[in-house]
C-alpha cells in the first residue's frame, strides 16, 4: 500500500479552506494533518507535521515571496497554488537532482534534460 499523502492548508479564506478540506477528508489515501492562517503559521506546521503537500491561494499563479523562501527551504515540498478565483491551480515543486559522476555528456543530458519531461534523452 501506498504512503498517505499528508497534507497542510495554509492562507485560505474560510470558505475555500472549507471546501478544500471536505474534499481531502473524503479522498481515500489523504489525512489533512494541519492548518495555519498566516506564513508564519504555516512554517511552524509544515515543521511540525512534516507534509508531503501544502494547499494555498495564490495570486496570479504565483507563490507569495515568503512562501517561495519555504519552497527554497524545503526542496521537494509540493505547494499546490489554487487561484484567487478558484479556476485552476498550480503546483510548486523545487527538486533537486544529484548529477553524480559529472562529464560533459552528463552536463549535455542534464541541460536537455531541463527543456523537456526531465528525462535523460
Known amino acids: 500500500m501506498a504512503d498517505q499523502a499528508r497534507v497542510v492548508l495554509?492562507?485560505?479564506?474560510?470558505?475555500?479552506?472549507?471546501i478544500v478540506r471536505r474534499l481531502l477528508a473524503a479522498t481515500p489515501g489523504v489525512a489533512v494533518v494541519g492548518e495555519a492562517a498566516d506564513a508564519a503559521g504555516l512554517a511552524r506546521a509544515i515543521r511540525l507535521h512534516?507534509?508531503?503537500a501544502v494547499v494555498v491561494q495564490t495570486e496570479d499563479d504565483?507563490?507569495?515571496p515568503e512562501l517561495c523562501r519555504l519552497l527554497c527551504e524545503l526542496a521537494g515540498l509540493a505547494f499546490i497554488g489554487i487561484s484567487r478565483d478558484h479556476s485552476r491551480a498550480t503546483m510548486?515543486?523545487?527538486r533537486r537532482d544529484r548529477i553524480h559522476d559529472l562529464g560533459p555528456r552528463d552536463l549535455v543530458s542534464a541541460v536537455l534534460a531541463s527543456a523537456g519531461d526531465g528525462r535523460a534523452p
Request: hydrophobic share 50%; charged share 5%; proline share 22%.
Open 10 to 18: 495554509g492562507m485560505l479564506p474560510p470558505l475555500l479552506g472549507g
Open 50 to 52: 512534516r507534509p508531503t
Open 62 to 64: 504565483a507563490l507569495p
Open 92 to 94: 510548486f515543486v523545487l
